[in-house]
Every structure is written in C-alpha cells, then in structure tokens.
C-alpha cells in the first residue's frame, strides 16, 4: 500500500514538474515575443514565441466556441478518466500516461482561455512550432497506444 502511493506520488510530481516547465515556458515565451529566436540545437530547434490560433497541429478549424467547447469536454472526459484508473491498482500503468495528458491539455487549455490561442515557442527546422504541453500530449498517446498493444499481444 505504501509503495503504490509512492509510485502514484512520483507521477504526479513528474507530471506536476513538466506542467510548471510548461507555464514558465510559455511566460518567457510571452515576454520576449518581438526578440531574436534562442538556437537550442542549432538551427534545427530554436525557442521562439509563436500564437497557434488553431486546432491540434495547427489544422484551421472551429471558432471559439468550438475550441471551448472542446476543450471542456476533452479536460472533463479525462479527468474522468484518470480518477476512474487511479482508484484501481490494476490499472495504474494506464493512469500515469493520462496524468501527463490531462495536464498537458490543462496547460494548452489555459492558454485558449487567458489568450485566445496558445503559446508555442519550440520551432523545429523541418517541423512544426510546438511547447512542452505538446510534448506530453504526443508522448502520452504513443504510450498509452504502447501499453494497449502490449496488453492485446498478452491475450
């Protein structure tokens, strides 16, 4: 019993600590806006504040009602969701993805509420403008997909 409430304790100061990162991110972000991009790896990773009016991966969809709306709906069903994993042992290798998830999409979410779009201000040479919301958002999926697919080969 001790040992899962240290286990669950370390995920949530992990997640905790990314969601922080996240806010102090985007806040330096803000305040530097109209200056030169940061080289982080060169020219293939630069921090540089970018506003990201639309939808996930920048799809140009919805209005503000939309991305509310959505987002309510999205912050709820999870939250939903990692109370229900969290409350069994058994499945808390799938609450520890979704932890990062929810907060990750509180942190973009915030961002829609304060501003009206939300910070980005990692740019990637051959990619896209992204923020460490991103990041966690992404790599929770793919882990949750990864924990899926090693639960169905298992059957």
Known sequence: MKLDFFYKSIALFLAA???????CLKILALVRFDS?????????????????????????????WLL????FIIIGLMAFIVYLFWRRQSDMKFAWPLIFLLLGSVSNFIDRLQLSYVVDYLSGRYFSVFNLADVMITGS???ILILSYSLGKKR
């Open 17 to 23: 600590m990314f969601f922080v990162g996240d806010r």
């Open 68 to 71: 509310w709306l959505t987002g």
């Open 36 to 64: 030169e991009p940061w080289p982080l790896l060169g020219s293939w990773l630069t921090f540089d504040f970018t506003p990201n009016y639309n939808i996930a991966f920048s799809l140009p969809l919805g209005g503000t």
């Open 141 to 143: 999926v793919i882990w």
